[in-house]
């Protein structure tokens, strides 16, 4: 039997497309070209309530021009019953090789945290707000870049997709990315995480902490605390 993550795996048909077209387009990093607005638009999602067709389309996304140097589009992943939907910022490095959401330090951060507060991960669905890795060259490694306001919105549609056929009776925003994305607005994390806001999309929103920045913190003790807050913010997902 397929466990939850495995649900939305794409059949090879569907992948294979977007790999002859990567094939052709991929350029060397000394041709790289920095994004243009004019060669952004918003994502065009076919109109169906079928999770499975909506990523399969997904795959071979071009509405903005992150997908020349992704290796793939990293779409959502999760049970369709999934109550809770988590959405993050973009795949990171690992996510991008593999195709799947929050499997590098990020999402085992997540993972962690979500089991310290009793939250079943089995029953969480996991997007990001922008489907294509956005990087730049350091040396041999490929140096995580924050997506610009146009790269997010070409990419809302996959997610509002996602979120719409779903229904969670949560959505959780992981940083300032997702937060905006799904607000509208900028968003302070540190004074609005910790309880349940309105948005469109879910009556019961929470903005909390991208694990990420938990990585990044680099005192023990200061970090120690900083997942004890976040660990507190996951934990309102069980009254919820
Ligand atoms: N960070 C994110 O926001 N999403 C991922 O899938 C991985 C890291």
Known sequence: MRSPR???????AAVAPARARRAGTTRSRSTQE???TADAHPAEVPPTRDLTIVREASLTCTACPLYRNATQTVFGEGPRGAEIVFIGEQPGDQEDREGRPFIGPA??????????????RSKCYVTNAVKHFKWEPRGKRRLHQKPNEIEVTACRPWWIAEVSI?????????GATAAR?????????MTERGHFLESTYATRTLVTVHPSSLLRVPDAEAKAKAFEQFVADLKLLKKA
């Open 6 to 12: 495995d649900i939305n795996a794409p059949s090879e």
């Open 34 to 36: 920095p994004a243009r």
């Open 107 to 120: 999402g085992k951060l997540l993972d962690r945290a979500l089991e310290t507060a009793g939250v079943d």
């Open 166 to 174: 779903l229904k969670p009776r949560v959505l959780v925003c992981l």
């Open 181 to 189: 994305a799904v607000f509208g607005r900028v968003v302070k994390v």
